[in-house]
């Protein structure tokens, strides 16, 4: 059996998601709570294949523990811009009803001139629940032909 560490709900959500998609096994997948988490959890793991999927900025925490490791550039939510694309996520958004409130972030004094994918993340991270709100909703809507490399790369290694 193999587990998937990673380090938050939302990654955990979207791995899911993306697996039932594409109808894969759904792995056992492991929220460790931060990239500290992953020696914790990986001691704590009786058995079995690991592998990881981290954030760029905290890869080094998952590559001291583990020997299998994807990485997400600069993260998750970056990945699934890159995949559908402003326009593809702006209109998930607007799905939600939430378009305006991206718009008003989008206007506050901090982040005028930030490009819209700093701007976008701050918006998934901005409410409790929203990134895992918004890693559902996005993993539903990548199509199957451009679902991120790391996203894959778990998938194919946890078979």
Known sequence: MTVVLVEGESDRV?????????G?????????????????????????????????PERADF?????VVFVCDPDLEGE?????????????IAAQG???????LQRQPFQRGRPVEAQLARFFGGRSGNKSRYA????E?????????PIT??????R
């Open 98 to 104: 939430e378009l305006e409130s991206f718009r008003r």
């Open 136 to 139: 559902r909703l996005l993993a």
């Open 14 to 22: 979207a791995l899911e998601v993306i697996a039932r998609r594409t």
């Open 24 to 56: 894969s096994v759904v792995p056992t997948v492991l929220a460790v709570g931060g990239s500290k988490g992953a020696r914790r959890a990986a001691a704590e793991l009786p058995y079995g294949s690991i592998v990881g999927l981290v954030d760029a």
């Open 80 to 92: 699934f811009v890159r995949a559908l694309g402003v326009a593809g996520v702006e209109a998930v």
């Open 141 to 149: 809507s990548v199509p199957l032909d451009r679902i991120p490399a």
């Open 63 to 67: 590559e001291r523990v583990l020997e």
């Open 153 to 158: 790369g778990v998938l194919d290694a946890s």
